[in-house]
């Protein structure tokens, strides 16, 4: 069976036809002392992987491969959507089994990878149009309530006080979806919408109560352990999607300019000051000396919102922007 597997030709139908049974075989015997079937089996999957990779058969070689964590497949829509039509497919082929039976996971799981690339993206319709195509997709609640925002991030605090009719994934993506759709069609009340799109969208950040949106089984937060107060902190790619606040960031923006309220915008202002110094907290120079560098938006505060509420609220709890401001 391996000199078949070695010298096979990928998609070939009489290869995969020569090799199925053995690899059925392979994958069902028990392992003994005498028997290095788990060396034999990794070898042949590994090998088949690479076969399928460089045949172009994406789908296959996946299967094989798996979809690795925050790997190019599970980033890949169109190769997930691919893998979900053949595991639909009725009349599948004796190999196409086997592949699908090493890959080991469900549509639904795949469509909620796919989902979750989505929201990413920000493309709230296009996530919810994908998670109505799974039949069972796990309704498991998220962390704290993810448009509730404070001066200081405190998530453990907002998991604890969370209502009782908690979000889920589903009901996260279809509120934004309505708030993106309000602050369309409701002009009078579109400052308030886009700051609730805008306290969504950083808590599905790194820096947020909901980063757990972003996890499922094959897209997953590696910088968990991540010290952002620590002086000797990495940098980090501040591209990852669980990483910018990009878009809380322009939508805190169009918050504080569709508003006339100074209170409102002091908080807009703030929130962007949060976006900004997040950024800036990943990508810190080595060569940097202190523990913060105020950006546009602490100026902006300072200048424009002293005499606000909410600026003395910030004062008293803000240790940056205390320093920052010379009190």
């Given at each position: ?101 090493v ?26 149009a ?34 009782k ?12 979806c ?16 886009y ?33 952002f ?40 202002c ?20 202190g ?14 919102y002293?005499a ?10 803000c ?9």
């Amino acid at each position: 069976m391996l000199a078949k597997i070695e010298e096979g030709s990928a998609g070939s139908k009489k290869f995969e036809e020569s090799v199925v049974d053995d690899l059925k075989w392979l994958k069902a015997t028990e392992h003994t002392q005498y028997f290095r079937r788990n060396d034999a089996y990794t070898w042949v999957i590994s090998c088949l992987a690479e076969k399928y990779t460089k045949a172009g058969d994406a789908v296959k070689a996946t299967c094989f491969k798996g979809i690795g964590v925050d790997s190019a497949e599970a980033m890949n829509n169109e190769l997930l959507n691919n893998i979900v039509k053949l595991l639909a497919k009725e009349k599948k082929t004796p190999f196409e089994e086997f592949a699908l039976s090493v890959l080991n996971t469900s549509a639904d799981d795949i469509i909620q990878i796919e989902a979750v690339n989505l929201l990413y993206q920000y493309k709230y319709k296009d996530a919810e149009a994908k998670l109505k195509e799974a039949v069972n997709v796990k309704g498991d609640s998220v962390y704290g309530d993810p448009f509730v925002i404070h001066i200081n991030d405190n998530h453990d605090a907002d998991a604890s006080i969370k209502k009782k009719s908690c979000y889920t994934r589903r009901d996260f993506i279809q509120k934004m979806c309505d708030l993106e759709a309000k602050a369309e069609s409701d002009p009078a009340h579109a400052a308030d919408y886009y700051f609730q799109l805008g306290n969504g969208a950083y808590n599905m950040t790194y820096f947020g109560n909901n980063r757990v949106l972003y996890q499922t089984g094959s897209t997953y937060i590696a910088i968990q352990g991540w010290d952002f107060i620590s002086s000797s902190k990495p940098q980090i790619d501040t591209t990852l999607p669980y990483i910018s606040c990009s878009h809380a960031l322009a939508y805190y923006l169009k918050a504080m300019q569709l508003s006339n309220d100074k209170e409102f915008k002091a908080k807009c202002c703030f929130m962007a000051a949060k976006c900004e110094q997040n950024r800036f907290d990943c990508s810190i120079p080595k060569d940097f000396k202190g523990d913060f560098k105020a950006g546009n938006y602490f100026k902006m505060l300072k200048q424009d919102y002293a005499a606000t509420q909410y600026y003395k609220e910030i004062i008293a709890e803000c240790g940056y922007f205390k320093t920052f401001a010379g009190k």
